[in-house]
Structures are given as structure tokens and as C-alpha cells.
């Protein structure tokens, strides 16, 4: 065999074991980490992957932040699910769910979840709790199923006022998130991806810190995420959350969520108000407090709690907060199904 002839076969090696890397630890991540839940079916070929634990009711349904996944509610989800039954879930396109078959509004992400919850026989009455863009998600849930709905818990809801088309200058963030994503497809297919974050999730230095800083922002962004969001969860998801970040797939979701935010806008910002139904805001003490005309926007029973201690991730910077407000609803709700049965 000529130099030349070694060469191309060996550059030729290189992605092909790339590619195999990848279908290997994609199947064994598979396998490893999906038996703690189920697929329930929405549609012809798509399938919602969630997480079901406790007993009693009202039954609390999780609704994680705009690329977040069921993991970031699990150390939520394992304490609240000791006083009543709790499901947490992956949208489409994210986690262990089918990719998404439409955009990522909230109008189409609570149409899903109330097919999956119907499917998956979780009865109402819910208590919704959701963090960021999944506090959207539930209030439009809430608006358009309000007798399924016993109360919400907001985490720091996402602003529309913060995001294009209202506010214009946020849509650089918007156009980098969504070329960040589609670099990060081909390299995750070739493995690169999953050798470079199951290196930073072990903390290891040298390799990680040098592809962090030539990577610019999306390097910073891994990073930081790790640092503000993954580094407060359970050390045991760790490997989990690696396994997601390192499918394709993730990142192709990610750009369909991220390139969806001024419609999401478009749709919450001028949405109804929720009528009748007890809702708990918890706003960051980083954050300035929504205003009553604001707060009046959401519904018209909403309460609002300053977390004190937290930044944007209050579920991970006073995860007892959360848990308590959602005992609180719980409770509230409780004792007005008691009432009303008297």
C-alpha cells in the first residue's frame, strides 16, 4: 500500500470510529439511564419520556427551563413526591423524547403535554410548577384546560418584556444560541462532544479547560452552565445530564426552542389572565420584583415570594423554597376539595 493510499484510509478511520464512539455510548446511555421512567405516546412515532413518583393527589407536574430536561427537577421532585404523586417530563426535542414535530410555542408544548398526561392516565386535578420558559408553558396550560388546573407554582418565570420582538436587543443572544447549536451537531456526531463533556463533567483538567477557552462563547457557555446549574444538582445525575449534552439530537431541540422565542413572545405577552386559580410567584432576589400591574397580567389570585438567596436557578439555590411552596398549594388545595365535599 503506497504513503498516500495510508494516509486517506486513516484520515477515513478517524470519523468512522468518531461515528461508532457515538452510536456505542448513545446505546449504552440508553439503556444505563431511561429505567427510571416511561414513553408515552402523543402521536404516530412520538413519544414523550417521563418520570412518576409519589402516590395521593393533587398530582404535581414539573415543567423544566427553555433546553432543560426532567433532571432538573429530580432533587425537587424526589421531596415532593413524599407528601403527594409528582411527574416530571422531557419535552420534545429534549432529554429521552422524540424530536419535535412542531414549533416551540407554548400553544403546542401544552397541547402535547396534555395529550401525554391523558395517555399516561395522570389524573387532575394538576399543581403546575415551572421554571423559566416552562412557568410560560404552564400558564398557558392553565389557560387553556383551567378545569385540570388546581394551582401554579411559577419559578421565576421567563419576561417577555426581556426578549425580542419586545426587546430587540436580546436577539444577538438569540442568533448565537442558535448558531452555537447547529456547530455543536456534527461534533457531537462525531463524538467530540461526548469525549469533551464526560472529561468536564469528571472535573478533569488540561483537554476541557483548553477547548473551553479556544471555543469562545460556546465553550464559556458548557462551562458556566456547569459551574451555575449542573455543579448545584445531585452528583449521581451528573452522568445523565453528560448523556444528554452529548446527543445530536439535544442540539438540534435546542436551536428549535431557542429560534422559537419571539413567537413564544409573541403568543404569552398580551396572553389572558388566569382566572380563579391560586398562583405562587417566586421571584430571584437578583432580580427586580414583578410589579402588581405585572403580577395582575399572570391571574387574578397570584401571590409573589422574593427568594432571597437565589438567582435565576431558585430550585437549585433554595430548593426548599420551592419545595415548601409547593406543599403549600398542595395544601391549599387540599383543604378547598375538603370544603367543597362537606
Same mark, same amino acid.
Given at each position: ?49 417521563? %418520570? ?6 393533587? *398530582? ?14 429530580? =432533587? ?76 401554579? %407554582? ?29 456547530? *455543536? ?26 477547548? *473551553? ?7 464559556? =457557555? ?19 445530564? *453528560? ?25 404569552? =405577552? ?73
Amino acid at each position: 500500500m503506497s504513503v498516500s493510499a495510508a494516509i486517506l484510509l486513516s484520515v477515513a478511520a478517524i470519523p468512522a470510529a468518531g461515528f461508532l464512539y457515538q452510536w456505542l455510548g448513545e446505546r449504552s446511555d440508553r439503556k444505563r439511564f431511561t429505567g427510571v421512567g416511561r414513553w408515552v405516546e402523543i402521536g404516530p412515532g412520538q413519544k414523550l419520556f417521563v %418520570v412518576e413518583k409519589g402516590t395521593g393527589g393533587p *398530582a404535581v407536574l414539573f415543567e423544566a427551563g427553555i433546553t432543560a430536561t426532567n433532571l432538573n427537577w429530580r =432533587h425537587i421532585q424526589d421531596k415532593v413526591a413524599g407528601f403527594t404523586a409528582t411527574a416530571a417530563y422531557d419535552r420534545s426535542g429534549l432529554g429521552w423524547s422524540s424530536p419535535c414535530c412542531s414549533q416551540r410555542t407554548p400553544g403546542n408544548i401544552c397541547a402535547e403535554l396534555h395529550t401525554m398526561l391523558a395517555s399516561a392516565r395522570i389524573e387532575p386535578p394538576y399543581i403546575l410548577v415551572g421554571h423559566s420558559f416552562g412557568g410560560l408553558c404552564v400558564q398557558r396550560y392553565a389557560m387553556e384546560y383551567p378545569e385540570e388546573v388546581a394551582g401554579l %407554582v411559577l419559578v421565576d418565570p421567563m419576561r417577555c418584556e426581556e426578549w425580542p420582538p419586545l426587546n430587540p436587543s436580546k436577539q444577538s443572544m438569540i442568533d448565537r444560541g442558535r448558531k452555537l447549536s447547529a456547530y *455543536a451537531v456534527p461534533v457531537a456526531r462525531l463524538g467530540l462532544l461526548r469525549l469533551v463533556i464526560n472529561s468536564l463533567m469528571d472535573r478533569s483538567n488540561g483537554l476541557p479547560g483548553r477547548l *473551553a477557552k479556544e471555543g469562545g462563547l460556546g465553550g464559556r =457557555h458548557v462551562l458556566k452552565r456547569l459551574t451555575d446549574e449542573v455543579g448545584k444538582m445531585p452528583r449521581e445525575i451528573w452522568p445523565i445530564i *453528560a448523556a444528554h449534552w452529548s446527543r445530536p439530537d439535544y442540539y438540534v431541540g435546542m436551536q428549535q426552542y431557542v429560534s422559537a422565542v419571539p413567537d413564544t413572545v409573541a403568543e404569552m =405577552h398580551n396572553a389572558n389572565p388566569i382566572r380563579d386559580i391560586p398562583v405562587l410567584v417566586l421571584t430571584p432576589g437578583s432580580s427586580t420584583p414583578l410589579s402588581e400591574q405585572c403580577l395582575a397580567r399572570i391571574g387574578n389570585n397570584v401571590r409573589q415570594v422574593i427568594a432571597e438567596e437565589s438567582a435565576h436557578w431558585i430550585h437549585l439555590d433554595e430548593p426548599d423554597l420551592v419545595i415548601d411552596s409547593i406543599r403549600a398549594i398542595v395544601s391549599e388545595v387540599s383543604r378547598s376539595a375538603l370544603s367543597a365535599s362537606a
